[in-house]
């Protein structure tokens, strides 16, 4: 395990972007985001950011091809960035914990390309939790918010940054570091995890198991009755995946790109025939199927969601998962 | 005030004046209350919440429960009345099927200007006079009330109920507010403080359409954001000018329909200022046209539908902005 | 791109079918000179103009963009530019707002008799858009690269 004071915090940022593009968590509570590094700038004494870290893997807005056409020839024009190595700062569990679900959806035969590259180019540096929002309950997902995972996972003890590398990328990253040295993380002793209201939280009735007995809830209802459709429990959500491809005409060309969706908007996978989830009612319940019942059916029982708290602390109306899964999962307790 | 609402609440069903009621029901948290139809005594007893954290406007989910049958009942707050009138207006919502009950309010709380004044792990809150008690993970925390309040709540325009059937609590009157001060101080900026301004706000928008959905003057059955035939479709800001053309359409939409019920940045997850939009155009209304305030009459002409002879040249805006 | 090439500025005038464009039209047939950089847009009424018109102009190019309809109390159909006069009137104070340079955008009464003041308007409009140079603030560089 390596070590370094805090007061060189400022020195170990200017190495590490010396090398890559670094981004770090900055920004006041509430707009907190991952930024790229620049002389000067700290990180945010927020807990997590606004959006999630995903978007340094998969960007809201890509432009993936474009096209020209002249007369009835249409030239396909490659216009991919060169694949540039990057390390992001200060990842929490839960996020951590994202990338692995995104990967079993992006990384899966046949491989999205352009996510690949990103994953392959990016060093995640994680940092553990200390304080944690009473919004959080990762520890209800099995995820250890006090030890990390990632290329790098790191701990802030006192005044001292302590990192271990877990992979091949991380030890190579760690040692271009000459500012670190050897030590070891003292015990840390964290009770507020103990404290945490949602960390009992109990998803045991969910699962691939009784897929039709929820769909069929008549519980949707009233759950639904209020959303208001909109898109940022999607937006915020480190595991949504959704995506649209669309074109552009520029005047002179197609660019063809992509952006994220949101199962909860009405124009959401339309068809020539119409929207298949016609009201918000089947919108609603798709986003929460998804993530409680669909996902783990697929993926060994592995919910969609890392319970980073996001959707609890943004949505308008305050509607979330927590509350969707806490009503549905009463019907099953006797 | 919590337990007289509910009180109402039971007796309107009971009585058979509506058959279900709108109110706000109890979350994990203290804070966390989402709008909610009840439908029994029961459910009423068990969730119906009404405190600090009930901010949200119910006068839009009046659109569609006024026209799903059969009257319901609905508690509004002074601000959500205008919105209320606003939208019979529009002949949005269907005013013989709501039976609306106004409850006077002392301003709401806003979770995130708790958050904002670093204040983490928040469990619960006590009322102590004109400060707050923040009970949290991490011990007793202490914050003033007004500190705690909605952007909107701080400069609140209005106590005053309209177009409901009775009230709870007094009924208030227009107050004098600040609402306008901000945007005059960036109309004192050069245009290039401005334009820097906007872009740092703007830039962080990820077109969740919280803003759009939440607003009760954004009632389009279809939204030109959302139609792939409208050619102005687009599902997320690819660059600086779609994230201006969104936010100066929506505004300019809702411009002489807004009442200022500042929801759009109650609910913006990335804290965008947005009521300086509306209410610049609020603003340049009442400075041009007269005085107007959206759903505080029913009888007066919308400033966009209606023109004088003598109102000025759109030149009047280079004229007047030759300084600085 | 050439770099000492004087700036040509792509100008878009919205003009009402009944006043503007007949306008356009005899500075045309009395062959008075405006610039070529204009580009007229007909439209049934000043009223027709949706911001979103505008905006979009904008992001396809244009630096400037103007309207040009019947004077007030002239309009076709009656009402329909007092109408567009408060719109653009509030449009226009918004886009000052939000730090977009304020002489690219105007709006003219120009009647079909008037043929001379379109064409003085287009020649005054176009130069003041020259002197501002390229719209930057409102662009989409997607439009622009070739």
Known sequence: MKKLPLSQLDAFFAALAAGQELYIPA????????????????LTPALNTSRSAKDLFFPQVENLVDF???????????????????????????DCRSFDILDKVFLADP?????????????????????????????????????????????????????????????????TLPMLEEG????????????????????????????????????????AESCLGCGSCTFVCPTCQCYDIKDFNTGSEIKRFRCWDSCMYSDFTLMSAGQPRPTQLERFRQRFMHKLVYYPSTHEGEFGCVGCGRCLQKCPISMNIVKVAGTLGKEETP | MQERIKAKAIELLESGVCGRVLGWKTGEFFYDVTPAVFESREEIERDF???????????????????????????????????????????????????????????????????????KGVLDVEEQGDSLLVHTLYGDKSLDRAAALSERCRVCKSKKILGCAELIGEQGEEQPSARFEQVAELEAMTPEERFAFWRGELSRCIRCNACRNVCPACSCEKCVFDNPSSGAENKAPANSFEENLFHIIRAFHVAGRCTDCGECSRVCPQHIPLHL???????????????????????????????????????????????P | MQVNETFKPTVVAFCCNWCSYAGADLAGTNRLQYPADVKIIRIPCSCRLNPLFILRAFQRGADGVILCGCHPGDCHYTTGNYYARRRMTLLFSMLDYLGIERERTRVEWVSAAEGAKFAETMNDFVETVTRLGENRRLEDLRCKSE
């Not at chain 2, 509306?278 to 539908?305: C, S, T, W």
């Not at chain 2, 000025?312 to 300084?323: A, C, L, Y």
């Open chain 1, 184 to 223: 070891e993380k003292p015990e840390l002793d964290q009770p507020v995890f103990d404290r945490l209201p949602l960390k009992d939280l109990d998803w045991s009735a969910f699962g691939g198991e009784r897929m039709m007995e929820h769909f069929n809830s008549p519980k949707w209802a009233s759950l």
């Open chain 1, 111 to 175: 491989a999205d390309t352009y996510y690949k590259t990103r994953r392959e180019n990016g060093t995640i540096v994680t940092l553990a939790c200390t304080e944690p929002e009473e919004t959080c309950f990762c520890t209800a997902l099995g995820i250890d918010p006090a030890n990390p995972a990632g290329d790098v996972s790191g701990w802030i003890a006192e005044d001292t940054l302590y990192l271990q590398a877990n992979t091949g990328k991380g030890s190579a990253l760690l040692e």
């Open chain 1, 27 to 42: 920004g006041d509570a509430g707009t907190a985001a991952f930024t790229p590094w620049r002389e000067g700038l700290k």
């Open chain 2, 49 to 119: 919440v009404f405190g600090p954290f009930c901010g949200a406007n119910l006068s839009k989910y009046l659109i569609a429960e006024s026209r799903k049958g059969g009257k319901v009942g609905a508690f509004l707050k002074p601000c959500d009345t205008y919105s209320f009138q606003q939208l019979q207006k529009e002949h949005r919502i269907l005013p013989e099927n709501v039976y609306a009950v106004g409850v006077q309010c002392g301003g709401m709380c806003d979770i995130d200007a708790i958050r904002a004044a670093g204040i």
């Open chain 2, 277 to 323: 939009l509306n209410r610049k155009f609020i603003k340049d209304i009442n400075e041009l046209y007269g005085p107007y305030q959206a759903g505080a009459d029913m009888d007066a002409k919308p400033p966009l539908v209606n023109f004088q002879a003598d109102d000025p040249e759109p030149s009047v805006v280079r004229e007047r902005g030759t300084n």
């Open chain 1, 68 to 94: 020209k056409v002249t007369g009835k020839q249409i030239e396909i024009i490659e216009n991919r960035a060169p694949a540039k190595p990057f390390v992001i700062f200060g990842v929490r569990a839960c």
